[in-house]
């Protein structure tokens, strides 16, 4: 049935004859969204404070201490941590009652204790978009894509080299055409729904709380 | 009351009824004009630092280059989808779109399936189709899961349950899930987020809608505040994403402005909390993600509205409302008084082309062609002068010119086409025309005083004791000295 639907749409499509005339993209608008890192960084802060994300910024060797007081303001004590996380064995040498754990099994296997007793998610960026306060965060076998996604808090750990202007700034420089990571995901604030009398409320089905920890120094 | 209000598929819709009841209605008047109100302030203030004009160009000429080449990049879409490992499908209509979903879910032996917001699903229906079939179907989206606990329509495309406020919720809410009956939105949201986590855990299918298909990546892009549709996408063993045939763009650096326009146009937000972007189903080494991806494509008209130069605009809509939300007519009388799937501007061009202007025929004539919605579109759809040409496609004389407008020339009638025909005699000859408006001032008084519905809230046109031509004349001879 669908290879005949193929056929059906496809000649329906290609039997239209004239092609209107349209202009070609002129994409400049889009480069005038570009700030320096200072005026880069405020504007993350304050775009990601508007959408309720919490941003510090830290020097490297202040991380640790920095994330656990985070911890334990959230009262949170199981954490989840890729193994490769340089920041994981300070916070297991320094932290008391937490216990961090690696997203080391398939769901299926621990689906129910990842949604109902992980307090907290601690993950890498892969980088940080000033204009509208957004982290890119490519999941990956160590980093599911749960992680940021199940525990009601959600920590992430972003270079301060590591933030562009823009999207488009990111993808054009990173050239994203072709092949991409099997998910890819753009993150701004934790998650929120408008839909009872537009009343914005935080933590609808994801994360309740979202803390980024920009990073100087890394 | 909206929720018996949906189109069936031969009868035309009971559109004036639906509007006369939804204007007695001040409490929805009062629903929709806050939300609206709202809306249009938080769009202005979402693009003050953007040149927007140019923005909307970009926006349009994208959409265009895309529909340009629609057939080319659909079959790289389904090439590079595939060899990503996402299976792809093709349905002419809403019911194969139906039939494709429903096989999957009998391979996959589903018995409950959770569904992130999708108007396209809304359009085949494919909730009833499913539920017919046994399924267990699941509306994630707090306002879908809301609108689907009523029993009712999505009655805006991105606020589906615009038009209750939080007293009706919280009674439907403590109704149907035992909830205590509070009218606090954080301690609803709260109540369903547990009750729809245990959802997503067991869930055999996730099906979600598309906002872009990425050809040269193979890439779906879900954009979203909740969370819902990442889960819809994550948790569940297969993941169906289904979607117009028009949603593909060429690739993502066309997604990064179509975006920018799309969450500003739609809620004033510069960007949504998720951007999710899907390209493979879930690989040997990873932990989490379905195993299984498929993509439906759905035509439904679309290629169809395609062969039309002028009307294929209509194919350029990136979904974000901005019409319905600075449209007055959609501001009074709200979504379901439309009776389709989708409401407001888009929704009357849109639906006509769907569902043929026999079904419709109050659709191109409900707007007082102010403008807005045209203004306000970001990928400029010529909104307003494509509610002419349906209106014209509607009085249309020669039911036998080829039309992709299904139903061109059901609202002719003899007798308004026999007054054209005389007006036009009466304008093409002076002497004529002078002898006719004489002729009719002289018997002005036998001029009706009711005139149906026009003399309802207005008072009858009268004829001027003297015309226009004499009233000059008059005066200047006896300006000549
Ligand atoms: S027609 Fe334009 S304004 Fe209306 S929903 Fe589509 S893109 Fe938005």
Known sequence: ??????????????????????????????????????????????????VHGDVQRVHEPDLATAVLSRLHQAGAHRVLIAPSQGLRDALVTRAQNIDFQGYDQKVEAWQSELFHQTDAAITSCHAGL??????????????????????????AILPVSRLFSSWYQLITEEDWTGPMPTNTLLISGPSK???????????????????????DGI | MPQTLQQSHNSAINFQPQVKSALANTQLRGNFDRAMTGLMHK?????????LEALRDLGQA?????????????????RQCQANGIQVHWARDGDEACQVVTEICQQRQAKTVIKGKSMVTEEMELNAHLEQRGYTVLESDLGEYIVQMAKETPSHIIMPAIHKNTAEIAELMHTMTGVEQREDAHYLTDQARQQLREKFMQADVGISGVNFAVADSGTLCLVENEGNGRLTTTTPPCHIAVTGIEKVVPSLTDVAPLLSLLTRSATGQSITTYVNMISRPRQPDEKDGPEAVHLVLVDNGRSDIYQDEELAETL????????????????????????????????QVLMPQLLGLEQTP?????SSLCGSCGEVCPVRIPLPSLLLRLRREAVDGDRTRASTVPGHGSKRSNLESLIWAVWRLVHRRPGLYRLTTRLASQLRALSPKRLGGWTRYRSAPKLAKTTLHSAMNNRSKRQQP
């Open chain 1, 193 to 215: 729904t408008a839909d009872i009398e537009q009343t914005l409320v935080y933590g609808a089905h994801g994360p309740k709380a979202l803390t980024v920890f920009l990073v």
């Open chain 1, 1 to 50: 049935m669908t290879s005949s639907a193929r056929q059906t749409i496809l000649s329906r499509l290609r039997e239209r004859t004239s092609q209107p005339a349209s202009q070609p993209p002129d994409f400049r608008v889009m480069n005038t969204r570009r700030w320096s890192l200072e005026d880069g960084i405020e504007r993350f802060i304050a775009q990601q404070a508007s």
């Open chain 2, 362 to 366: 109050d659709f191109a004539s409900a």
């Open chain 2, 43 to 51: 769009r202005t203030m979402a693009f003050a630092d953007w040149d």
């Open chain 2, 316 to 347: 350029q809509c990136i979904r974000c409302g901005a019409c319905m939300n600075h449209c007055p007519v959609y501001t009074r009388i709200g979504g379901h008084a439309y009776g389709t799937t989708y409401p407001g501007p888009i929704g």
């Open chain 1, 130 to 155: 000033a204009d509208t306060g957004s982290l890119v965060v490519i999941p990956s076998p160590e980093e599911p894509r749960l992680m940021t996604l199940a525990p009601p808090l959600h920590i």
């Open chain 2, 62 to 78: 994208i959409r265009q280059q895309s529909l340009r080449q629609l057939p080319d990049l659909l079959e790289q879409l389904e």
